[in-house]
Structure formats: structure tokens, C-alpha cells
């Protein structure tokens, strides 16, 4: 199961962004609150994922601080709240305020949100009261820039991906920067290292 992406912005559209990481676009859907924190793109950053499997589809919730996810968990525990209702109450009430509504019984902020009706704000309201008081508020999101990845770090991740164990990869990489210099392509960096460790395992 994919529980975060850390990569690149590539775009962001009414309700879904795609997060590029290593070349593949990750279809992510989110809150208008998430969405509207994230960096323009290409930026990077960091989304937390929760993964639902379905017979049709695998389908990735995104979500900027564990406030709004562990939420979103909590929601689709109430029958009728699929994660599309989920994002749609997190889009309309932040952590924070659906505390203080189901703790008020506020059944017409609920109802603010796209597909809950006043049906289901009584089953939210009922299911959830007594859950609330251990979840979390969120602080208000921020992202700070996360640093690009350097062409060694990216033939590290390549080669371990491939089945190499982290250490030996590492210094393999290692040994092939200080040789071609700091200015050698992914390419090249991949090619020499697999090169040597190559040669090492059949030496």
C-alpha cells in the first residue's frame, strides 16, 4: 500500500493533483484545503496517502498533515460515507471546526458539504460523537521546499529498486561519482554502477 508520495507538482485540478515521482504520475484526489496548500507546480512536495482498493480501480486519497487523514479515516467508518463524502466534509469544515460541530450537534454545517444530506449529518453526528475527543485539530498546513534530488541520489534509488542492497549501492555510486565528477548524468551513473557491480559479483 502507497501511505506517501514525495515528488514533484505536475498539476493540480478541481479536486485531484498529480505528483510526479521517478518519472510516474500519481492521480491523487484531495481536499480543496489540501490542493490549495500544495506548491505550484513543479514544485516538490510531500502528500500522505491512504489507499482504497477497489475491484475496479486503486484509488489514492492525498492529504497534507495526519490531522486531515486520520479524519478522513474516522469518516469513512460511518455508513454511507464513501471517501469522495469524506473529502467533500474535510473540504467544508477543517479538523478543528468538525470537533466543535459534532460536539455542538450541528447538523446544518455538516449538511454544507456536497453529498451529506440531513440524513446523513444526523448518522454522522450520532456515529461520531463520541469519538471526537481524541482526534487531532490541524495546526493549519504548511510546506516547506523539500530539496530536488541530486542524479546520485536518484541512481541509489534506482539501483536498490532493482535489488541491490542500499550499502553496497551507496558506495558503488559513490565510487563511480568521484570518478566521472560531480557534472555525470543519471545515465552514466546508473550504467558505470551497474557496470562494477557486475564485475564485483562475478570477481
Known amino acids: 500500500m502507497i501511505a506517501q508520495l514525495t515528488g514533484r507538482v505536475d498539476a493540480v485540478s ?59 479515516r474516522l469518516l469513512t467508518t460511518v455508513q454511507g460515507v464513501g471517501g469522495r463524502v469524506a473529502l467533500a466534509i474535510l473540504s467544508a469544515l477543517s479538523p478543528r471546526d468538525l470537533i466543535g460541530a459534532i460536539a455542538a450537534g450541528d447538523k446544518a454545517s455538516l449538511t454544507r458539504a456536497q453529498g451529506v444530506g440531513p440524513r446523513l449529518a444526523v448518522r454522522l453526528l450520532t456515529e461520531l460523537k463520541d469519538k471526537t475527543g481524541t482526534m487531532p485539530t490541524s495546526t493549519g498546513v504548511t510546506y516547506r521546499p523539500i530539496a530536488a534530488a541530486t542524479p546520485a541520489d536518484d541512481a541509489l534509488s534506482a539501483l536498490v529498486n532493482l535489488g541491490y542492497r542500499r550499502p553496497e549501492a551507496q558506495q558503488t555510486v559513490a565510487r563511480v561519482l568521484e570518478r566521472l565528477g560531480d557534472s555525470a548524468t543519471l545515465d552514466a551513473l546508473i550504467r558505470d554502477s551497474l557496470k562494477e557491480l557486475a564485475q564485483r559479483s562475478a570477481g
Open 14 to 72: 478541481d479536486g485531484t493533483c498529480v505528483i510526479d515521482v521517478g518519472g510516474v504520475g500519481y492521480l491523487v484526489q484531495a481536499s480543496s484545503r489540501t490542493l490549495s496548500a500544495l506548491p505550484q507546480p513543479p514544485a516538490l512536495a510531500k502528500v500522505l496517502i491512504e489507499t482504497h482498493v477497489r475491484e475496479d480501480a486503486i484509488v489514492l486519497y492525498g492529504f497534507a498533515d495526519t490531522a486531515e487523514r486520520d479524519w478522513f
